[in-house]
């Protein structure tokens, strides 16, 4: 027999004390940054929970942030959820009807914010229903003048509290610690809650070498925003292995992360295709930084561009790994590694193989179907979409009925994801099944086609959409953002032509038309319902 020990977060900041406490943790902030370690980590972690029990918050109570990447941030990512509380992290992008929506459905008691995000939050604060307590994040004396009220001041609670804390070591490792809601471009978002274990249990899987490989000798620069998913769960695993942490605050425009990856010589960086877009054309620019302490960048979010991984790999000498994840998966469900039984593959073949998502972490299932629920074959032609299970899958949305049964079906969470799968057991996101162009009984994926588009050397960025078409039912109109030296100077012919041996006939768009920039979610993907609705595809 084995022990039935609980798998919960508090092991992991047991685990950051007591064997990496000389470990750093650098924080950048508007006014000044700020370092300490694993050991002084935990002594404000604990200082935090006892503010939270002062402040009336009881084991089960939802506590919502609503902050960019600092260390304040983490504090609050550990202190809330190893004293048994709900941790929601609030995507600070959401329009304000969204950000009423969740804190009220979440139920927040306490919301704390960064301070230059108060006008945010004030704009709905007439609207929410539940929170009792404001707290702000600050390096200034005094908060900044304010509408909210109660408006507390973070630091000056910490510094009147007790750096000795007791937390529970017997929750039972299914309940709830955080709450975390998707980027809905159609209709409210909707929340998924997860347990000490799923996030445990992802932690310590995605620093398995070939899923994302986080160890103790890493230096993990957190890029993906805390609001979401955990910035893919970044903070927990780096914590658990003992890495150097750096937290870069709300910059992340190239400059300040090329510099952030010099001076405190990043290993890990993890983020979507936009933000390698920004840094290749900040270094095409002419832009010089010492880059070399990275093992690899981690891609997520979308699929990147052959083009981009064969820039970073030949011009820079920095490796790509793909990912993907979702808000139902705690995030992380594949990461691709370039398999041992591949090394021989052309740098072509390479690059190619590292624009796919990638295998399936260890303790998770997929299968692949098509609409009669027929499993799709693993040759990396045939779609289907993609289905999960496994313990940091969620099995439904929060206080949500009715989305929860369209999809958490027979045990499986139905991803909505149209993908395929090659021989190797690499899978290749095609499309959401929203985006799927349906020409002449056909499909077209968007991704693919975007891809391509973006291997053009003139191309900065592009994205697909389906507009009606009277015979075909639907066709690509493609809408493509030029390098700024290029402008004008490429044609739509020109695009066409560069696809012509890349993509079936049949795929070539209908329309290319020019745009300035594509517009984005609130986590920084392609936003085809604004396009959609510009160019009146519906």
């Excluded at 957190?222 to 658990?240: D, E, K, N, T, Y």
């Excluded at 990856?261 to 920004?278: D, H, K, M, Y």
């Excluded at 998966?329 to 390479?350: H, M, N, R, Y």
């Amino acid at each position: 027999m084995i022990m039935d020990h609980p798998l919960l977060i508090k092991t992991v900041l047991d685990r950051a004390r007591r064997l990496f406490p000389g470990k750093e943790i650098f924080s950048r902030g508007p006014e000044r940054d700020f370092r300490y370690t694993y050991g002084a980590f935990y002594k404000r972690v604990c200082r935090l929970a006892n503010v939270l029990r002062r402040l009336g918050v009881k084991e089960g109570d939802t506590v919502g942030t609503f902050a960019w990447n600092t260390h304040r941030h983490l504090e609050l990512y550990f202190a809330v959820t190893c004293s048994g509380a709900v941790l929601h992290t609030i995507n600070v992008r959401l329009f304000a009807e969204h950000l009423a929506h969740i804190i009220n459905h979440g139920e927040d008691r306490l919301l704390f914010i960064d301070d230059d995000l108060i006008p945010a939050m004030e704009e709905v604060s007439a609207r929410l229903e539940t929170v009792q307590n404001y707290v702000i994040l600050t390096d200034r004396e005094a908060p900044p003048p304010t509408r909210l009220a109660p408006a507390l001041h973070y630091e000056k609670l910490l510094a009147g509290a007790p750096e000795e804390f007791a937390f529970p070591d017997d929750l039972d490792e299914r309940t709830p610690a955080a709450l975390c809601y998707t980027s809905a471009t159609t209709g409210l978002p909707k929340g998924v809650r997860y347990t000490h274990r799923a996030i445990y249990l992802h932690a310590l899987t995605i620093s398995v070498p070939d899923a994302i490989g986080i160890s103790e000798r890493d230096v993990v620069l957190a890029a993906v925003p805390m609001f979401h998913v955990f910035s893919w769960g970044f903070p927990f695993a780096a914590a658990l292995m003992g890495a150097k942490l750096v937290l870069p605050g709300r910059e992340l425009a190239a400059p300040a992360l090329c510099g952030l990856i010099e001076r405190e010589r990043a290993t890990l960086i993890a983020g979507v295709p936009t933000i390698w877009n920004n840094i290749h054309r900040h270094l095409e620019s002419g832009a010089s930084y010492d880059l070399s302490s990275l093992r690899y960048i981690l891609n997520g979010g979308s699929a990147i561009s052959k083009s981009l991984v064969e820039a970073f790999e030949k011009k820079y000498g920095i490796a790509v790994r793909g990912t993907c994840g979702m808000t139902e998966a705690t995030p992380v469900v594949l990461t691709c590694p370039v398999k041992s039984s591949l090394d021989g593959l052309a740098d072509e073949a390479k690059f190619t193989l590292k624009t796919r998502q990638g295998l399936l972490l260890p303790g998770l299932e997929m299968k692949v179907v098509d609409g009669a629920g027929r499993e799709a074959r693993w040759d990396g032609q045939e779609m289907g979409e993609l289905l999960l299970r496994g313990p940091w899958i969620a099995s439904e949305y929060y206080k949500d009925p009715a989305r929860s049964a369209a999809t958490f079906k027979d045990g499986w969470y139905h991803s909505g994801d149209i993908v395929s799968v090659d021989e190797e057991g690499y899978v290749i996101v095609q499309d959401r099944a929203k985006d799927l162009i349906k020409s002449g009984g056909e499909w077209i994926s968007s991704v693919d086609l975007e891809n391509k588009i973006m291997d053009h050397p003139a191309v900065a960025e592009a994205a697909v959409i389906a507009v009606p078409h009277a015979k075909w039912q639907e066709r690509p109109l493609a809408c493509v953002v030029l390098k700024e030296s290029e402008k004008g100077a490429v044609t739509a012919a020109d695009i066409l032509d560069f696809l012509q041996d890349k993509v079936p006939k049949w795929w070539l768009p209908d329309r290319v038309v020019f745009i300035d920039e594509v517009p984005k979610t609130s986590v920084s993907k392609f936003d085809k319902k604004a396009l959609r609705e510009k160019y009146g595809a519906g």
